[in-house]
């Protein structure tokens, strides 16, 4: 058996690339004074964070006349879940005599169970429909915002699927009501091209360990001009936005790992395009009664769902981990769960499909020989899965 990982499941998770670690590296035993300080050695710290910053912005497309404030929309934070309550939270407090808020049903759980808890606290919670490929109707939504909608919150991308929501065009029916607009943009940061300025959203929350970064390190794009209240209340820091002192070597890890993904977004897109549908080629061509669920035609370069239908995906997990290779499963939205994904059952994928969904999510590091590898031992797997299902039948 080949003891090289094979790691496909960078939706989850990615390798901290080694350019990003040599770039922190310094600020835990070298440089690693408090950036608040007033001596030299810490305060030497603080513009390498405000130079993270600017490279998050540009990835971003936060760009400004004013070159010594080109990053002041950008917030440091520990998480994608905390930039998206971070966001959601601002929102609701800038627009208090609004008291509706609408989103999709097949959003993270980031912003679902923040969303769950103001609707506890008396507001209107609208989770918006799918189609069967996980594309959001316009008219839909457009007819989900009135005068009392204080927040449109919709992902970038789905984050089990790929399907990419069109958000030039929510954000403009947000605005049109007189809502603000946020995006958790956790997975299309690094793989898409990102214009905030162009599409005038409000806010926009991204997470480190997607893109190559730590985890522990995330950011919030919050525009400029509208109020913020703090998630976080402590000191001065993020400009009064987060208290908090800095987790300084990350926050720089972030920044350039940001640099690097937008000097080499085109290339990389094209790159994992190309090997996401060698794989989906392979796999379709060689194990029957297999669909790719979402949207093939607008969707994350790098994400495959695949449902095998009739036998588990969990099942199937545990025979690509004896070959060393990484992937997850779309058929449970939480470890351990007998449920299928709320993504899958809100696209109406069936029951048989949904429970056998395997999510194959590549990287830059990803090869042809990791391609190939996969598609040599899924076949077997699944046949062998599914002559002992009660449901295969021979098919």
Partial sequence: MNDEVIYLDNNA???VAPEVLEAMLPFFCERYGNPSSIHRFGGSVAPEIEKARRHIAELLGAHYRDRDDCASEIIFTSCG?????????????????????????????GVLSCLKNWERRGYEVVLLPVDGLGRLDLGVLERAVNENTALVSLMWANNETGTIFPVREACRIAHAAGALFHTDAVQAAGKEFIDVDELNVDYLSISGHKLHAPKGVGALFARRGIPFAPLIYGGHQERMRRGGTENVASCIGLG?????????????????????????????????????????????????SISFKFIEGESILMYLDMHRICASSGSACTT??????????????????AHGTIR???SKYNTDADVDRTVEVLPPIVARLREIS???NGR
Wanted: charged share 25%; glycine share 6%.
């Fill in 81 to 109: 879940s905390e930039g998206d309550n971070a966001a959601i939270n601002a929102a609701l407090a800038a627009r208090p005599e609004r008291r509706r808020i609408v989103s999709s049903a097949v959003e993270h759980p």
């Fill in 256 to 304: 350039e790992a940001c640099r690097i993904a937008g000097a080499a977004l085109q290339d990389e897109r094209r790159e994992l395009a190309r090997l996401r549908d060698k794989l989906e080629a392979g796999v379709l061509a060689s194990v029957p009664e297999v669909h790719i669920n979402g949207d093939k035609a607008h969707r994350l370069p790098n994400t495959s």
């Fill in 360 to 362: 194959f999510s590549l």
């Fill in 390 to 392: 009660p449901y295969w």
């Fill in 13 to 15: 998770t990615t390798r």
């Fill in 336 to 353: 351990g769960s007998l449920e299928p994904s709320h993504v899958l059952k809100a696209m109406g994928v069936p029951y048989s499909s």
